[in-house]
Each structure stands twice: as C-alpha cells, then as structure tokens.
Nanobody, 126 residues
C-alpha cells in the first residue's frame, strides 16, 4: 500500500482546507484498514487528528475537542481510492505538515501504523 497526500500548500485564515490521501497498490474497498490523519506543527510533536475506516465510521481525537471541534471532517471515496480531510475556518496555529497513515488495527499511537504518506506542508497565512 502506498499513500500520497496532496493539498493547496498555502491557505489564508478563515478559509477551508481540503487534503487528499490517495491510496495506490491497493484499494480502500478491499483493504480493511483504518485511515489516519496526523499533523505536526513546526517544533511540535505529531498530533493524531482521527481516523476513518472502510465502513465510514470516524474516530476523533478527544484531545482536539477544544481547538478543532467541529472544524474538520474525514471522508473516503471508494471509486477514487482516496481519503479526505477537510478543515474549515483555518487559523495560523493549524500550520503543520499533514500526513495520512494506515494500518489494519485501530490505534492512536503513530508507532503502530504500518503505512505512511510523505506528508504535505500546509501554511496558514494572509
């Protein structure tokens, strides 16, 4: 399985961000994986944002309840074999490298995930 993130790179505050994690060498319909979104702000540790599975069930990080509550949504598209992260009302503190990762087991521990994308830089600035 190979994962590749893509996104706009630079977005302005209050805008909506849409990121795509494209899955290759495999299909999200045939693989019973958990697809995770993670971000790493500059100078900070990895932050697990949440995961979506093949049934469409979504698992959000409770530690994000205050800072991102209601601002991001994860979805998946079987036809395009892709997983998406959409985040609204962006703020400067959302600047980070955003990555997707996958594994057959659910975990919010990044060391447990087998497959990773390379990550994509998102900068929120006017």
């Amino acid at each position: 399985v190979q994962l590749q993130e893509s996104g706009p790179g630079l977005v302005k505050p209050s805008q909506t961000l849409s990121l795509t994690c494209t899955v290759s060498r495999g299909s999200i319909t045939s693989l019973n994986y958990y697809w995770n979104w993670i971000r790493q702000p500059p100078g900070k540790e990895l932050e697990w944002m949440g995961a979506i599975d093949n049934s469409g069930s979504i698992y959000y990080s409770t530690s994000y309840a205050d800072s991102v509550k209601g601002r991001f949504v994860m979805t998946r598209d079987y036809v395009k074999s892709a997983v998406y992260l959409q985040m609204s009302n962006l703020k400067a503190e959302d600047t980070a490298v955003y990555s997707c990762a996958a594994d057959l087991k659910f975990s919010n521990d990044s060391s447990a995930w087998r497959y990773w994308g390379q990550g994509t830089q998102v900068t929120v600035s006017s």
